[in-house]
């Protein structure tokens, strides 16, 4: 996928409850305008990378971006899976990522408990894709340094030039 690394920012709104939460599982949604940004390569399926809430510290994350069932699968959504305990919840709070590999595409599961072994499978696979050296420097990008003081909208363009694209 041409777009990868693909950096981005946003507001994060309040999803369609699906009970992800209850599963031990929170996805922090973004709202329908960095959706919108989104290159037409950029296929739905998991995705893993770095994400960061506010200026705070950055994490490993797993996204998922699928069909939205509120606007009967017309419009895609982006699920983001930040891999750290959080004290709190972050809705309003300026979530941003940095999508760096592609996992799997979207599928559907026989039941609860193979859709959980399947996500903890990405979180396992996105942890150690992360720790690839090329991967680590994403983290340090300053892309999330100037995190808080940011406008809350999706962006393409990362804050150093050797990050734009992925180098083909
Ligand atoms: P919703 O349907 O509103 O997205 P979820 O059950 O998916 O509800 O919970 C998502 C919310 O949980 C996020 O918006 C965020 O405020 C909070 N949250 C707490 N910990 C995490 C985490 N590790 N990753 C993502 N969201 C988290
Ligand atoms: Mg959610």
Redesign the pocket.
Known sequence: MKSLPYFCRGE?V?????????LGI????FPDSVVDNLPADISTGIYYGWACVGNGDVYKMVMSIGWNPYYKNTKKSM????????K????GQILSVVMVGYIRPERTFDSLEALIVAINNDIEEAKLKLELPEHRKLKEDNFFISAASSSPVSTTTPSTPETIGNGH
């Not at 409850?17 to 209850?22: A, M, N, P, Q, T």
């Not at 699920?79 to 959080?86: A, L, M, R």
């Open positions: 994060v309040r999803g369609f409850g699906r009970g992800s939460k209850e929170p996805t922090a949604n699920e983001t899976h930040v891999i750290h305990k959080f709190e919840d972050f809705y």
